[in-house]
């Protein structure tokens, strides 16, 4: 399509963009659904837990305020400004050579659903095991309940029963079915996550599992660039940037929404949950036991400690271990439907199909690029630190330089009730300071995961 046409288009939303939000706090609930996910529950927690503690906490917040914030109100502007699915948009304000940045949003997005509805399985099926009254008692039954949920045909079933209802979701429509479900789950989210962290907090020795944890101050952490990557990297997974999904949740948004203000609060919504987690999951958890998980990586602590933990708890850990999973549940689906949404807008927007069959269609193609993760636990993790790491700094770096450099003006036209001391820190987040540190994370990320990955092949 020509540049003439993309211009028209500003006027005239595309195919996936024609349905709109129903309210502003709809599109809020729907966009804060697709930031907390897993990433809040296990990834943050585990890192905390593991290594870094105070510094990691620290860097973490940095990275959500001096990247987090800026480059997801870009993602917001350039959806809302161009109604256009995250392939087009890009097109449509720099031009044809910014087509590559709105294919890796769609293949991105579309790589990482396939490994997280593999642990959205697993955390479905350990709800499940936990109501049937299976709970591990100790770290051997741990280990074998771990097993068990991530294994066999029933972990396959699983697997397509969490693609099926994220379809079915993005497929009924983003008012009827995306808004609807997040109008319901994040708010049963917030207060779950309140009654778990009022109940963990007030156990005996969690003082002293804080100041273990949190308090943990080493001088080398914080020049460490292996906490630094993480740190950066989970910001990012955390707010899902990158992925094009807050664009396409954007893109169907009107003209006149506060869109800083809604940036802000899905932000602050994400960080609270995560850092909600840290307290919930600290005290439940001895650093002993994340780290006997450390070859499975992250996937351990959600899956072995956490358990343990609330089986340590008597007779109320049963109860409150399904809280905590039913939690986890409706967190990855409300985050997995936001990766869907994002290949199916773009089809959409391509082929002009209709949603239904565009949304069927788009997560069988997501079934098989999922099938090694599912198979493969290791490939799972390098999946994650892949696609959910590399991928999505790449293409956040990518857009901070489409925002920042090729498009400013978009930013200061949609953005002309910020005041202009605030619009100049804004652009020059994205102008300089994203592209250096997203370059530096990127490079880092690089050297530890592709690297070692590369000279094992040879
Ligand atoms: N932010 C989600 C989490 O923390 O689990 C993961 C995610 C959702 C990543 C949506 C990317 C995305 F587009």
């Not at 709809?26 to 804060?32: D, E, H, K, M, Q």
């Not at 099926?125 to 074998?144: F, I, N, Y």
């Not at 789950?185 to 917030?190: D, E, F, I, R, T």
């Amino acid at each position: 399509m020509g540049m003439a046409g993309l211009e028209n288009s500003n006027s005239a939303p595309s195919a996936s963009a024609q349905q709109s939000w129903g309210s502003s706090l709809g599109f809020v609930l729907a966009a804060a659904g697709s930031a907390i996910g897993l990433g809040n529950l296990w990834g943050l927690t585990y890192r905390v837990a593991l290594g870094g503690g105070m510094a990691f906490l620290v860097l973490y917040l940095v990275a959500v305020v001096l990247l987090g914030f800026p480059l997801l109100l870009a993602e917001l502007v350039l959806g809302r400004h161009t109604r256009r699915s995250p392939l087009l948009a890009t097109v449509a304000v720099g031009g044809p050579s910014w087509r590559p940045l709105g294919w890796l949003f769609p293949l991105g997005s579309a790589l990482i659903l396939g490994y997280y509805a593999v642990i959205t399985a697993w955390v479905g099926r350990a709800l499940l095991a936990v109501l049937q009254g299976h709970v591990p008692t100790d770290q051997a039954s741990a280990d074998a309940f771990f097993l068990k949920l991530s294994g066999g045909w029933a972990e396959a079933v699983a697997y397509g029963l969490v693609l099926a209802l994220t379809a079915a979701v993005v497929a009924t429509g983003v008012q009827q079915g995306i808004e609807r479900l997040s109008r319901w789950s994040m708010p049963a989210l917030l207060m779950l996550l309140t009654g778990l962290l009022i109940w963990s907090a007030s156990l005996a020795d969690a003082p002293a599992r804080y100041e273990e944890v949190l308090l943990h101050w080493r001088w080398s952490d914080w020049l460490d660039p292996h906490i630094l990557r993480q740190a950066f990297s989970q910001a990012f997974f955390s707010l899902g940037l990158g992925s094009g999904a807050m664009l396409a949740y954007a893109s169907h948004l009107g003209q006149r929404e506060p869109l800083p203000q809604q940036a802000a609060i899905i932000t602050a919504l994400d960080t609270a949950v995560g850092l909600l987690a840290v307290f919930i999951v600290v005290p439940l958890m001895s650093t002993a036991a994340v780290g006997q998980h450390d070859g499975t990586g992250a996937v351990g602590t959600l899956f072995v400690a956490i358990p343990l933990g609330f089986a340590s708890l008597g007779s109320a850990g049963p109860l409150l271990m399904a809280a905590f999973f039913f939690l986890a549940s409706i967190a990855a689906v409300t985050s997995a439907v936001s990766l869907l949404e994002v290949p199916v807008a773009v089809v959409m927007d391509r082929l002009g199909w209709g949603r239904a069959v565009t949304t069927w269609s788009t997560v069988a193609v997501v079934a098989l690029l999922g099938l090694p993760a599912l198979l493969r636990t290791d490939l799972l993790m390098a999946s994650h630190d892949l696609f959910g790491g590399v991928v999505l700094i790449g293409s956040g770096l990518l857009l901070s330089l489409l925002m920042g450099w090729v498009a400013p003006q978009q930013l200061r036209e949609d953005l002309s009730q910020l005041p202009p001391p605030l619009l100049r820190v804004l652009l020059l987040a994205l102008r300089w300071l994203a592209p250096l540190l997203l370059g530096g994370v990127l490079a880092l990320s690089c050297v530890e995961i592709v690297q070692p990955k590369i000279s094992l092949w040879l």
